[in-house]
Structures are given as structure tokens and as C-alpha cells.
């Protein structure tokens, strides 16, 4: 997972960001959902991907500050149902373009996945599809 997080930040900061493989996901009146086909990583069902999330109006951030997008990494247990998200850094803007908002996870957030939503459909993108990698 330490490597995972690694790579991640690694991939965060350097400029070849912007030609990883994402794909749209999902979409709704909110945000639009996108998952770097290159990230996706299975093992004994547990399944991790980078994901974006750009939101179609900006999100409050407190203090004032707005954000546009997310990335982060996110993780699904296909057995048991559940997603949890393990990273998440917030740009002002979309596309991941703009100031840095946040980096970083306090404590992560597990959740059983509902159907028909958003991250039911994320789930159903990772765990049917095949894994160019193992964690």
C-alpha cells in the first residue's frame, strides 16, 4: 500500500500527469468520474485505482476556498461491497490544473457501496474489469 501511495505522489507532481489513461466513468449533474485504466490493481478481490473527479460547480472547501477536482485513490473491496477512499489531494480547478487545496486523507473514509450511484458504478468498472497489475 506505502509503494501504492508512493507512485501515486510521484505521478501527483510530475508534469506526465497529464498522459496518464483516463477513461470517463460516470457522470451526473454534479461531477463526472474518471479512472486511470494503467492504475487499476487487483488482488483476492480487493481492487485500487487513481480516480478524478471534476466537478461541474465548484465545492466548498471552508474557510472560503472553492475546489474543481479531485484525485485520488480509491479502493474497492468487490466481495464485500465496500469503497474506501485511501488518498484525495483538491485542485482549484478542473482538469487538476490551479493551486493545490489539499493533500491527503485524515482518516480514511470506508463506506458500504449503495446501489445506483456513482461509486456503484466505479465498482462495477473495477471489478469486472481485467487487472493489468497485482499490488
Known amino acids: ?11 501527483l507532481f510530475s508534469s506526465s500527469v497529464y498522459a496518464i489513461k483516463f477513461v470517463k466513468v460516470t457522470e451526473n449533474n454534479t461531477m463526472t468520474v474518471y479512472i486511470d485504466v494503467d ?24 474557510g472560503g476556498q472553492t475546489f474543481r477536482s479531485s484525485l485520488s485513490l480509491a479502493e474497492i473491496d468487490c466481495k464485500k461491497n465496500t469503497f474506501r477512499l485511501a488518498f484525495i489531494d483538491t485542485f482549484e480547478l478542473n482538469g487538476l490544473k490551479g493551486k493545490l487545496l489539499s493533500h491527503g486523507v485524515q482518516k480514511p473514509i470506508i463506506e458500504i457501496i449503495q446501489p445506483n ?5 466505479v465498482r462495477d468498472f473495477l471489478c469486472t474489469r481485467p487487472s493489468p497489475r497485482k499490488i
Do not use: H, R, V, W
Not at 492504475?39 to 465545492?59: F, L, V
Open 1 to 11: 500500500m506505502k509503494k501504492i501511495i508512493s507512485i501515486f505522489i510521484c505521478l
Open 117 to 121: 450511484t456513482m461509486t456503484a458504478d
Open 39 to 62: 492504475s487499476i490493481a487487483k488482488e483476492d478481490g480487493y481492487t485500487t485505482a487513481n480516480q478524478i473527479k471534476e466537478y461541474k460547480k465548484p465545492m466548498d472547501f471552508g
